[in-house]
Each structure stands twice: as structure tokens, then as C-alpha cells.
């Protein structure tokens, strides 16, 4: 081996040395100026808050963390026990290209990639469920064949994407269907079982009560609203051939649509944002250049976020339709809700298709339900107007509360979701009511 054989893997050990190194001075100086009180100074106001805060903190470590690997690694380039395999890899003048390239690239990507994080990924929570995806008609909908979390639960979804066994697209003879739209109320959210949802609950009812066979489409899908129901009763529903429909009505179906896009806010759905997806999807969950990409592409197309936040101060909250019935924000929340119902009251009109309507109530609700169901006088006022068959399950769960000594919470497992005692308690209501207003033909004595 030549003198000059010798020194080419010494000079490339030192070559490559002097890049890492500069790598680590450079995280390290990032470390130093990307901290809380040079960020403010940059946005004084507001200051940073708590989860981006911890964000820059941890940013900041892994800035450290990588500047010393980089560091160490230029260490061990360096020793001459590794000259020959240097001389094999580095002595080549286009591997040393290719590592100034990567160096160049990788870089400045990794500093911007983890400058982000704080303000775009870190501030989303973990997805929880990979059961909902994307709709052009519904915005979202469960995704057929899926089998995953959703609360504290494992749940199934059907080959139709709906809760509960697989049902043949037409109805067999001798047959009662039902047809269920609704939210998450009317999935059962949190039930373990989707036996334990109030609408296959009615089904046992019913089929004891009349001796026939009764099937149930479950269509509640969380977040759901009557624009939702009208869309899914017009794409899907009406291919099952339901003998009736009916509406489970919750009073956040007044309010949460005010946050898509679509009703002028910025969302695509609480659902969509526990879920992934889509491979976009993904990678602007975990990816912080690329969730800032599609803000700035958002920012353009929407405009600036000031106005995002002028809409979430006008946002009606499920509160204010009991305390403050009149207030002008409340009342075009309801004019947009009762468009959609009429609607969706319109379609099955021109299907010959009862509708029946059952308003849930908020547990906030029992605390004074004769000065508190402003919500719930609406909806029975738009139901008389349009001889739509009505259950408002306040008065009747209020006194089955009181005559059983119970509180809100033995029925429900939180501010509006059913328990399974609930649940059961909720599908005689429903049962009966199916039953006295003959809405299926001569099945029920009276």
C-alpha cells in the first residue's frame, strides 16, 4: 500500500468528521435558539400555550439528542482501525458527494421537520379507530367490513357499513323493517354489544309484542345530523325497503354541524379526526411539513384563521338552545336544522314512508325539564305542523327517574348517551309508541 493509499481514507475520515461535526453545531445552536422566549418574541401575543410549549420543550431535547449522535458519529469515523473500510466507502470521491448531499438535504429538512412539530402535529391528540372514512355525499360514514375501537368498546361494522348483522338489500316477505337514522345515540355508542342500542332492543319488543319477524338497519353513525339522515335516507336507505323510519333527534344535532366546512366552519368531523383515513390522512397526522403544507394550502383557499375564530365565537352550544330559545344566533341554528328535517319529512312523503321522530334529551336537562325543553317544544311544534309522530323522552324519562328514585346517571353514561338500563328503558317508549299510532298497518292490538 502506497504512502498516498494510505493517507486517501485518513483524508476522507476527516472530510466526513468535519461534516457530522458541523451537523452537531448546527442541531445544537438550534437547541439554544428554538426555545419559548425566542419564539415569543417572534408572536408575542398570544403566548405560547401549554401543549406547544412542552412541544418546543421536547424539541429542543431532540435537537440535543441528534446533535450528539451526529458528534459521536464523526468520533467514529475518525480512528485509523477503520481506515480500510473507509478507504472502500469514503475514499470514493462520489460517496463523499453523496454524503455532502445527504447532509445538505437531510439537514435543514429534519431542523424544519422538528420546528414544526410543536405548532401542527404535537398538538393532535393519538387517533383512536380506523372505523370511519371519508363520503363525498355524508362527509363520513363507517367503513364496511371494519372491526376496531371506537370509545371504550370493540365494535363491528357490517358489509353495508352500518352496526349490526348483514341484511339482504330487499325486504323479505311477511317482514317488518325499520330503518334508524340518527348519531351516536343511535349506534349505541359505548354499548358493548349493538344488541344493547335501543334499536335492536325495540326489534325484541316488537317481535314479541306481534308474533312477527321485525329486522333493524341501524344507520347511526356518530356525528351525524338531519342533513346527514336526509342524505343517507336518499343514497342508501331507501334501497332497504324500510316499512318505516325512524329519527333518533339529539340536541347536539342543532349545533355540531356549525363546524364543517360545509355549514362555513373549518372541520371535517370530530369522527375524521379520531380516524385515519386515508394515506394523506396519515402522514398529516404524523408528518409536521406536510400538515403545514396542507394549512397553508387551507389558509389560501379559506382564507386567514381570524375568521375561523370569529365562527367558533358564534358557534351555538347544545346550553344555549335550553337557556336562551330566542337569542338570534340559536334561532338561525334551528332554521337550518328544521330545513333539513322538513327535507328528509319531504322525502319520505314522496315514498309513502312513515317517519317518526324521537327527541333525546341532554342529562343537564333533569335538573328543571318543565323550564329547560325549549328544544324540544320546537321540535314538537315542527312535528304537529307536519303530522310527523313525535316521543319526547324528557317528560318520560324525568318520571320514570323520580318514581324509581334514580338519577340521570343510572341511565346514561354521560351528558347524553344511553346506558344499557337507559337503552332498554328508552326502546319501550319507542315500541309503544310505534304500536299506538298504528304506523305498521293492523300488526299491534291495542
Request: hydrophobic share 45%; proline share 7%.
Amino acid at each position: 500500500m502506497t504512502a498516498g493509499d494510505r493517507q486517501e481514507p485518513q483524508q476522507s475520515g476527516r472530510l466526513a468528521g468535519k461534516l457530522l461535526r458541523g451537523s452537531a453545531l448546527v442541531l445544537v445552536l438550534m437547541a439554544l435558539l428554538f426555545n419559548r422566549y425566542s419564539l415569543g418574541l417572534v408572536d408575542p401575543n398570544p403566548p405560547l400555550d401549554p401543549i406547544t410549549a412542552r412541544g418546543v420543550w421536547a424539541t429542543q431535547k431532540t435537537f440535543v439528542l441528534l446533535g450528539l449522535m451526529a458528534w459521536l458519529l464523526a468520533e467514529v469515523v475518525h480512528p485509523t482501525a477503520l481506515q480500510e473500510r473507509l478507504r472502500r466507502s469514503f475514499g470514493r470521491p462520489r460517496a463523499l458527494k453523496l454524503l455532502l448531499l445527504a447532509i445538505l438535504l437531510a439537514l435543514p429538512l429534519t431542523i424544519l421537520e422538528l420546528a414544526l412539530r410543536p405548532f401542527t402535529t404535537d398538538r393532535l391528540g393519538p387517533k383512536s379507530t380506523t372505523i370511519f372514512i371519508k363520503d363525498p355525499d355524508l362527509g363520513w360514514k363507517l367503513r364496511p367490513g371494519a372491526s376496531g375501537h371506537w370509545g371504550e368498546v370493540e365494535v363491528e361494522i357490517n358489509e353495508h357499513g352500518l352496526r349490526g348483522p348483514a341484511l339482504a338489500r330487499e325486504r323479505a316477505p311477511d317482514t317488518l323493517r325499520i330503518l334508524y337514522l340518527g348519531d351516536s345515540v343511535t349506534f349505541g355508542y359505548n354499548l358493548p354489544s349493538y344488541r344493547e342500542a335501543f334499536p335492536h332492543r325495540v326489534e325484541d319488543l316488537l317481535e314479541e309484542r306481534a308474533g312477527l319477524a321485525v329486522e333493524t338497519i341501524n344507520a347511526g353513525v356518530g356525528g351525524y345530523s338531519p342533513w346527514q339522515y336526509e342524505a343517507y335516507l336518499r343514497t342508501a336507505g331507501l334501497a332497504f325497503e324500510p316499512d318505516v323510519v325512524v329519527v333518533g333527534f339529539v340536541l347536539n344535532d342543532v349545533t355540531e354541524k356549525f363546524e364543517l366546512a360545509r355549514y362555513g366552519g373549518a372541520g371535517e368531523g370530530w369522527q375524521l379526526s379520531q380516524s385515519y383515513y386515508s394515506l394523506d390522512d396519515y402522514l398529516a397526522h404524523n408528518m409536521a411539513i406536510w400538515a403545514a403544507l396542507k394549512r397553508v394550502g387551507k389558509r389560501l383557499r379559506h382564507g386567514s384563521s381570524p375568521g375561523v375564530a370569529a365562527l367558533k365565537r358564534e358557534l351555538v352550544s347544545v346550553e344555549e338552545l335550553a337557556h336562551k330559545p330566542n337569542a338570534p344566533r340559536v334561532r338561525k341554528a334551528w332554521n337550518a336544522t328544521l330545513l333539513n328535517l322538513d327535507l328528509l319529512a319531504t322525502l319520505c312523503a314522496e315514498n309513502d314512508l312513515p317517519l317518526v321522530l324521537v327527541a333525546f334529551p341532554f342529562t343537564f336537562q333533569f335538573q328543571d325539564p318543565t323550564r329547560l325543553d325549549a328544544p324540544q317544544r320546537v321540535l314538537a311544534k315542527f312535528c304537529s305542523g307536519r303530522g310527523i309522530p313525535y316521543l319526547d323522552l324528557l317528560p318520560a324519562l324525568t318520571s320514570h327517574i323520580r318514581e324509581h328514585e334514580l338519577r340521570p346517571r343510572d341511565l346514561f353514561i354521560d351528558v347524553d348517551h344511553p346506558s344499557e338500563r337507559g337503552s332498554a328503558i328508552i326502546a319501550k317508549l319507542i315500541a309503544d309508541l310505534l304500536a299506538s299510532e298504528k304506523l305498521l298497518g293492523d300488526l299491534f292490538d291495542q
